[in-house]
């Protein structure tokens, strides 16, 4: 069992806008823990989308955002795309654990 | 540029072991920590553990402790990570990562090496 939980799934129009919700504890993200966030494409390894938060690495669009507060932590796409369908998961680090641990996993589907 | 190659897909019987390597080219491959990640079919991503080339040191979830194993080989800038006593639940597509030493981010990640427990 994962000890950040996702919503299993958000949809949107193309255009819309859609916020995926990363909820952890005191061990991890309430801890002070920086949050990550991947965008895996189906069939493909995971890609970087955000890190320490909120920063986006060389080549990611600016449609994609990261926030964090308190416990939970969120991404949002604005402008949704065709090419946004994917699996999105979130990681942190655990004190309690000692261990890096991801979210259970969002699927965006673009209606 | 930064590339992460993994070895290629494979096959075991349960009862036995596997090692996937981790090949790097682009960047201070002592510089980095390497962890390795798995995803069974149809799941979710999960940590196994990592390790900091610079100082061999390592750290595994307590879910695979005493049942993986992972190394390095600062030569040939190349990760391990070895799997024993395999059983069917271990089927799944085995990822490894550089870890960014800032804010511990995977910046990085190899292609996948799919790992097939069957009898």
């Known amino acids: 069992q994962s000890v950040l939980t996702q919503p299993p799934s958000v949809s949107g129009a193309p255009g819309q806008r859609v916020t995926i919700s990363c909820t952890g504890s005191?061990?991890?993200?309430?801890?002070?823990?920086?949050v990550h966030w991947y965008q895996q494409l189906p069939g493909k390894a995971p890609k970087l989308l955000i890190y320490?938060?909120?920063n986006r690495p060389s080549g990611v669009p600016d449609r994609f955002s990261g926030s964090k507060s308190g416990t939970s932590a969120s991404l949002a796409i604005t402008g949704l795309q065709a090419e946004d369908e994917a699996d999105y998961y979130c990681q942190s680090y655990d004190n309690r654990l000692s261990a890096h641990v991801f979210g259970t996993g969002t699927r965006v589907t673009v209606l | 540029q930064v590339q992460l190659v993994q070895s290629g897909a494979e096959v075991k019987k349960p009862g036995s072991s596997v090692k996937v390597s981790c090949r790097t080219s682009?960047?201070?491959?002592?510089?980095?920590?390497i962890s390795w990640v798995r995803q069974a079919p149809g799941q979710g991503l999960e940590w196994m553990g990592g390790i900091i080339p610079m100082f061999g040191t390592t750290n595994y979830a307590q879910k695979f402790q005493g049942r993986v194993t992972i190394t390095t080989d600062e030569s040939t800038s190349t990760g391990y990570m070895e799997v024993s006593s395999l059983r069917s639940e271990d089927t799944a597509v085995y990822y490894c990562a550089r870890v960014s030493p800032a804010s511990e981010e995977f910046d990085s990640w190899g292609q996948g090496t799919l790992v097939t427990v069957s009898s």
């Open positions: 005191s061990s991890n993200i309430g801890a002070g823990y920086d």
């Open positions: 682009g960047g201070t491959f002592s510089n980095y920590a």
């Open positions: 320490g938060n909120k």
